[in-house]
């Protein structure tokens, strides 16, 4: 009767767990309860936002590393930290995309704002013979050895 009921209860889930060490005696057969939901809260099934998204910007790459063509760079919300510098475009939510494959360098150039840009607004706040200086982010493509261009014959 023991040996059905341990049986039973292995076979059919029931709000009670049967543990077996040992022999099948009456000693060896341990109840532990086991507490299945109920009534009660509930969860909720709307996917509610949990505030607002975050902005994975900054650079992508460091200096040295080599990139392809349609390489992220850099990304960046708002102002412009890094400039596009030599086989480098802005592309669409100011990001910095690779325009052909190279090692990627990072610069310190002298910036000259545009009449109309927030920047043309510090720099006439600035001492007169002062330049701004913003890092700019280049690409050196790669060199083509080997590979000769055809111009004219001869």
């Known amino acids: 009767m023991l040996a059905r009921f341990v049986r039973q209860s292995l076979n059919h889930e029931s709000k009670w767990s049967t543990v077996l060490t040992g022999n099948l005696q009456a000693s060896s057969v341990v109840f532990i309860p086991q507490c299945n939901a109920g009534s009660g809260m509930k969860g909720s099934t709307k996917n509610r936002s949990r505030g607002p998204r975050k902005f994975h910007r900054g650079v992508r790459v ?24 030599a086989n480098v475009v802005v592309g669409r939510k ?10 990627v360098r990072f610069t310190k150039e002298v910036y000259v704002p545009g009449p109309e840009t927030p920047d043309a607004e510090i720099a006439k706040k600035m001492v007169k013979g002062a330049v ?15 590979r000769f261009k055809y111009i004219e014959s001869v």
């Open 62 to 85: 460091i200096e040295g590393d080599y990139v392809h063509p349609g390489y992220l760079l850099a990304r960046m919300v708002r102002i412009y930290r890094w400039m596009p510098g």
């Open 94 to 103: 100011m990001r910095l995309v690779a325009k052909c494959s190279g090692t």
């Open 132 to 146: 701004m200086y913003k890092t700019f982010i280049n690409v050196v493509p790669e060199r083509d050895i080997g």
